[in-house]
């Protein structure tokens, strides 16, 4: 059983940025594909960002460029750096763990964190 426990959230003005932590406990970190995903209010769960086991980064098209993903194992944690936040960003961010061979999808991921909640000011 994983653990995952999302920090890093707050209030940010627009063009500002933000890096989101999500730390692991409870199992082998390094055998898992992480993603964080984010959902607004009324809206569904979707995908942001994922590291694979051997590092490989994929990003959902209205964050390339601006948000990076990455994974320290010797700390059991994924990272979100977020920059150039914008209105559209604002929801509460989750992070997902998975052993499966695709990781777009919220089905994928069998371990979430909490959330934690982004919040941009325009």
């Known amino acids: 059983q994983v653990q995952l426990v999302e920090s890093g959230g707050g209030l940010v003005q627009a063009g500002g940025s933000l890096r989101l932590s999500c730390a692991a406990s409870?199992?082998?970190?390094?055998?898992?594909?992480m993603g964080w995903f984010r959902q607004a209010p009324g809206k569904e769960r979707e995908f942001v960002a994922a590291?694979?086991?051997?590092?490989?980064?994929y990003y959902a098209e209205s964050v390339k460029g601006r948000f990076t993903i990455s994974r320290d194992n010797a700390k059991n944690t994924v990272y979100l750096q977020m920059n150039s936040l914008n209105p559209q960003d604002p929801a509460v961010y989750y992070c997902?763990?998975?052993?499966?061979?695709?990781?777009?999808?919220?089905?994928?991921?069998?371990?979430w964190g909490q959330g934690t909640q982004v919040t941009v000011s325009s």
């Open positions: 997902g763990a998975q052993r499966g061979l695709t990781w777009l999808q919220r089905s994928d991921y069998t371990y």
């Open positions: 409870g199992g082998t970190f390094s055998t898992y594909g």
């Open positions: 590291i694979t086991r051997g590092g490989n980064k």
